[in-house]
């Protein structure tokens, strides 16, 4: 589970399941955004700090995972091939984090208060 | 992270993280609310179809994460000793539940169609 509280809020964060394959939470979220922006899978593992290999094996669930692929590869070139998100990639993104930032506003107030019963580290 | 999906809807849940260490997520909301109707460390883990020993690590866990205890355990006795929730341990679980409710409600609807993008299994 390595990973996935990279580039959350670091107090919070809300994880969705939304089929009985944990088809995309909060690690393959971050993973997803990471390729679309750097453009590579291996920078994108690099900023998640997970290996080549582990970043790989998440983008193949997710590919399997909905009706289309979410990212797709091009393989070789002299920086090692590039990774985007297709249009699919970009729209589950998209409503992933509308979910997330839905749910996580949903219970702020709760949480607040809620947080006050937690031993500090 | 076995056994967490026990007790919730099959298609969805969130999974709520609160604090920097996961104090307490969907599976040991689960095994307050079995101890709370054992009445039984035993019966909790059996239920839970996790071994004693992990519920009991959970449980410790979950006492040292919060300003109280949230579970008290009587030893001996015929039955091999006795759990029960304590005030904090209702209150914590009660308003787990609570924020659960509520986070799933605000996404129900973008849930549904989320769903259907992902790949029946």
Redesign the interface.
């Known amino acids: 589970?390595g990973g996935y509280t990279k580039g959350h809020r670091?107090?919070?964060?809300?994880?969705?399941?939304?089929?009985?394959?944990n088809?995309i939470?909060p690690g393959k979220a971050d993973l997803l955004e990471a390729i679309g922006q750097t453009g590579s899978m291996a920078a994108a593992a690099r900023r998640m700090g997970m290996s080549y290999r582990r970043a790989w094996n998440m983008v193949k669930a997710l590919n399997?995972?909905?009706?289309?692929p979410l990212v797709e590869t091009v393989k070789g070139g002299r920086s090692g091939g590039s990774a985007q998100l297709t249009t699919?990639g970009d729209?589950?993104l998209r409503?992933?984090r509308?979910?997330e930032a839905?749910?996580?506003?949903?219970?702020a107030t709760?949480?607040v208060?809620?947080?006050k019963?937690?031993?500090s580290?």
């Open positions: 589970m670091p107090d919070s964060f809300i994880r969705i399941h939304l089929a009985r394959v088809a939470g399997s995972s909905f009706r289309a699919t729209d589950v409503r992933y509308r979910m839905n749910a996580t506003e949903a219970i709760e949480a208060e809620f947080r019963i937690i031993r580290p």
